[in-house]
């Protein structure tokens, strides 16, 4: 099985009680799925089906009409495309996840 990086980020209009309930269901989901690097920003390493998944669910999670996903596909050697500067240490996205 072939497993690849891919950086989820979301925008979800909270200002009504609906888009707020909205904001935690996508943060959730994401949870599920892969490790928070920023507000907004998940990281998640899963396979191709698992990312079609993710991407379908999500998509039923959000208003398209006052809400944004955007999906970044680093694929499989992606190790080399990230560079961390600052306060919070980067972590392994295949190894040990303490939950």
């Known amino acids: 099985m072939i497993v690849m990086l891919t950086v989820i980020t979301y925008d979800v209009n909270t200002e009504t009680a609906n888009g707020r309930k ?22 998640c390493v899963a396979d191709a089906a698992t990312m079609a998944r993710i991407k379908h669910d999500l998509i039923e999670l ?29 972590y392994d996205a295949e190894g040990f996840l303490s939950v």
């Open 22 to 43: 909205r904001l935690r269901k996508v943060a959730k989901c994401c949870v599920n799925y892969g490790q928070r690097v920023q507000n907004s920003v998940f990281e």
């Open 62 to 90: 959000i208003d398209q009409n006052a809400d944004s996903l955007r999906f970044y596909y680093l694929g499989n050697s992606y190790e080399n495309k990230i560079e961390h500067v600052g306060a919070k240490t980067s």
